[in-house]
């Protein structure tokens, strides 16, 4: 969501700065109306994406990974706890197993 929010607000600035060049030269003058109101909603959009990029990481970082079978927390880069990260492995090698058969 954050990165949605990044590329669009760059987007618009970068799409107005092409809309005045091109109508400056094509029509010897733009209509410079809207153009704030883009800006800043293009400012906006990339400040808040700005701003939950940093949210997300703090509540990454934050917040404990768990087993999902028993809760435990688990080393970072880890899913499960170390005992139920062996019977893991051993239900999938038994489902390539039968799958083989």
Same mark, same amino acid.
């Given at each position: 969501? /954050?990165? %949605?929010?990044?590329?669009? =607000?760059?987007?618009? %600035? #970068? &799409?107005?700065?092409?809309y ?8 010897? =003058? ?10 800043? @909603? ?6 808040? &994406?700005? #701003?939950?990029? %940093?949210? =997300? *990481?703090?509540? /990454?970082?934050? #917040? /404990?990974?768990? $087993?999902? *079978? $028993? ?5 970072? &880069?880890?899913?499960? $706890?170390?005992?139920?990260? @062996?019977?893991a %492995?051993?239900?999938? *090698?038994?489902?390539?197993? *039968?799958?083989?058969?």
């Amino acid at each position: 969501m /954050a990165g %949605i929010l990044i590329r669009g =607000g760059f987007l618009l %600035i #970068v &799409g107005t700065a092409v809309y005045l060049a091109l109508t400056e030269f094509v029509l010897e =003058g733009a209509d410079t109306s809207l153009v704030p109101t883009v800006l800043a @909603v293009g400012g906006i959009g990339i400040a808040s &994406g700005i #701003v939950l990029k %940093i949210l =997300g *990481r703090v509540t /990454a970082g934050l #917040v /404990a990974r768990r $087993c999902p *079978r $028993c809760s435990r927390s688990v080393v970072r &880069g880890r899913v499960y $706890c170390d005992d139920h990260r @062996v019977a893991a %492995i051993n239900e999938q *090698r038994d489902r390539e197993r *039968r799958r083989g058969e």
